[in-house]
């Protein structure tokens, strides 16, 4: 399983930004993929998932209405398209993905196995 990240960078607040997460050697039907972010001191949070076998999705409430993640079959792509942007926002972001066939409402909370690198992203005025 690899999993790539790209689409970070700087933004002002109230900017936009679109993070891409290549995915490559698994069944995406059968797995979760997951979107978190880890500030500097602070835990790494969950803030969105999109579960492979139907596309349902699940948001962190610090993000709902603001956030959207959808996938891309055709180029193995998950999306998190981020709007509204807040300096509470600013963090490496880094997409997971494991083994899943269950409820999205469940995908912030388990155990992931595949990560990718990690894009930064940082909103600031």
């Known amino acids: 399983v690899q999993l790539v990240e790209s689409g970070g960078g700087s933004v002002q607040p109230g900017g936009s930004l679109r993070l891409s997460c290549a995915a490559s050697?698994?069944?995406?039907?059968?797995?979760?993929i997951t979107w978190f972010r880890q500030a500097p001191g602070k835990e790494r949070e969950g803030v969105s998932c999109?579960?492979?076998?139907?596309?349902?999705?699940y948001y962190a409430d610090s993000v709902k209405g603001r956030f959207t993640i959808t996938r891309d079959n055709a180029k193995n792509t998950v999306y998190l398209q981020m709007n509204s942007l807040k300096p509470e926002d600013t963090a490496v972001y880094y997409c997971?993905?494991?083994?899943?066939?269950?409820?999205?409402?469940?995908?912030?909370?388990?155990?992931?196995?595949?990560w990718g690198q990690g894009t930064q992203v940082t909103v600031s005025s």
């Open positions: 997971a993905a494991t083994f899943w066939r269950g409820r999205a409402e469940y995908g912030l909370g388990l155990s992931y196995e595949n």
């Open positions: 050697g698994f069944t995406y039907d059968r797995y979760i």
């Open positions: 999109i579960v492979g076998r139907d596309s349902s999705t």
